[in-house]
């Protein structure tokens, strides 16, 4: 099964009684293939239509410090992206899984999006085909992204569930559970991540339960 994860901010001051379609999950539908960013139009959701709709009819939306002049401008609202609950749908959602040690990472910016860019040597595949050893794979950069990215570390290694591009890169599935961190063996979820990988993906990768 697959949930959304809003990360969605929204500062509406006329409550608004009407359900929303798109806050309800159909256990049979197939996992979303929504995926963060501004590239991948299929991220936009019906319910975020309805947000700008709403947001065109308040002249100011303030953050937390005011409601009137002098308050600052609430920051934009993020991007929902899937989230999987269980095994098999998080590992069916990835277009290649991997374990790579991350080289060197730069950050870009484009269209006010700020996005981390890794360069990962690729180690083993459990899943997919790898067009080369070394692969550009990129996320929101950490502080500053719609979502937040993760912090990963130069020279660590990582289970990476991927996403392919229309132009060769790969993104992760998502931002919580697209990456496993690698310790003695072992692949660790990330903090808000509370699903683990199968046997068979961890035994293809050369690691243990």
């Known amino acids: 099964m697959i949930r ?8 509406n001051p006329v409550p608004d009684t009407t359900p929303d379609p798109a806050s309800h999950t159909t256990p049979d539908t197939p996992a979303a293939s929504a995926r963060w960013g501004v590239r991948r139009a299929g991220l936009a959701l019906g319910g975020l239509a309805a947000l700008a709709a709403a947001v065109v009819a308040v002249p100011a939306v303030f953050g937390p ?17 899937p989230y999987y609950t269980t095994t098999a749908d998080l590992e069916r959602s990835a277009d290649l899984i991997v374990r790579a040690r991350l080289d060197a990472t730069r950050d870009t ?12 040597s690729v180690a083993a595949t459990a899943r997919g085909e ?32 991927l996403d392919r591009t ?39 990768l050369g690691l243990k339960r």
């Open 4 to 11: 959304v994860k809003s990360l969605m901010q929204q500062a």
């Open 65 to 81: 410090r005011g409601e009137g002049a002098g308050g600052d401008p609430a920051p934009p609202p993020a991007a929902d992206e």
């Open 109 to 120: 910016e484009e269209d006010g999006v700020q996005e981390t860019v890794a360069t990962v």
């Open 130 to 161: 790898t067009p080369d050893r070394t692969l550009q794979v990129s996320y929101p950069a950490p502080g500053g992204g719609q979502p937040d990215g993760p912090r990963l570390t130069v020279s660590h290694e990582y289970v990476l569930l």
């Open 166 to 204: 229309d132009d060769g890169g790969y993104t992760l599935v998502n931002t919580d559970q697209g990456y496993y961190g690698i310790d003695a063996g072992h692949a660790e979820a990330g903090p808000d991540n509370d699903v683990a990988l199968s046997g068979g993906v961890l035994a293809a």
